[in-house]
């Protein structure tokens, strides 16, 4: 693999260097003015991200078993797909901020953790149409959980930070999960 990824990469990388100045079609450097970017700002959100499993109409589904020769107490291989809600405060009725969506799959052989994949998408407010993206490494079991946000869109170009997770309430029968976030983002 890797011997065939080498030379790929540098022949991609000799053909780059040759044509892109020469014709700069593909690539020039952008103008940063029409993105009006001006002092990087740091914000903080707080909200509750709801994982219902349960009943008629359950907002995480699992999509994904593992094999059934395959026993593991810590569900390895299990994948989730997700449109979960976030809200302003715990309770299910409080106001919709945005929604979770992407999934979540068991990537732990040893603890119950998750490699979590999702969208944050706003739906209030100044915020709303534009996303954060979470790519994340989460031991649901700790206290709190740290993950990166590795982007976003509209209000949130550039973005970059973390999330804090931490469980508020856990059905163990259904395993519907009220989790609270806690969200630093720097963006412009
Ligand atoms: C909302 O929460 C209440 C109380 O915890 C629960 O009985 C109800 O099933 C929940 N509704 C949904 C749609 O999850
Ligand atoms: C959010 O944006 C959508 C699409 O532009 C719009 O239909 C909706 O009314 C907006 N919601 C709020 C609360 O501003």
């Known amino acids: 693999m890797a011997q065939f990824i080498i030379p790929f990469t540098l022949s991609l990388l000799t053909t780059l260097s040759l044509t892109s100045p020469a014709t700069g079609t593909f690539w020039k450097s952008a103008n940063t003015s029409p993105f009006n970017l001006g002092a990087e700002k740091l914000s903080h959100f707080q909200f509750y991200w709801h994982d219902i499993q349960s009943g008629s109409n359950p907002t995480s589904i699992s999509i994904v078993k593992p094999p059934p020769t395959i026993s593991s107490s810590t569900g390895f291989g299990t994948v989730n797909m997700i449109d979960d809600l976030l809200t302003e405060r715990p309770e299910n009725k409080s106001r919709i901020l945005g929604r979770a969506q992407g999934f979540y799959g068991l990537s732990s052989q040893e603890e119950l953790g998750l490699l979590m994949v999702m969208n944050f998408v706003f739906i209030t407010g100044r915020y709303n149409g534009s996303t954060l993206t979470v790519l994340g490494r989460n031991p649901v079991m700790q206290k709190v959980r740290e993950m990166p946000v ?39």
Not at 156 to 183: C, E, P, W
């Open 150 to 188: 590795i982007g976003g869109t509209g209000l949130f170009r550039f973005a970059r930070g973390y999330v804090q997770a931490s469980t508020y309430s856990l059905n163990m029968q259904t395993g519907d999960a009220v989790i609270k976030y806690h969200v630093y983002v720097l963006h412009y």
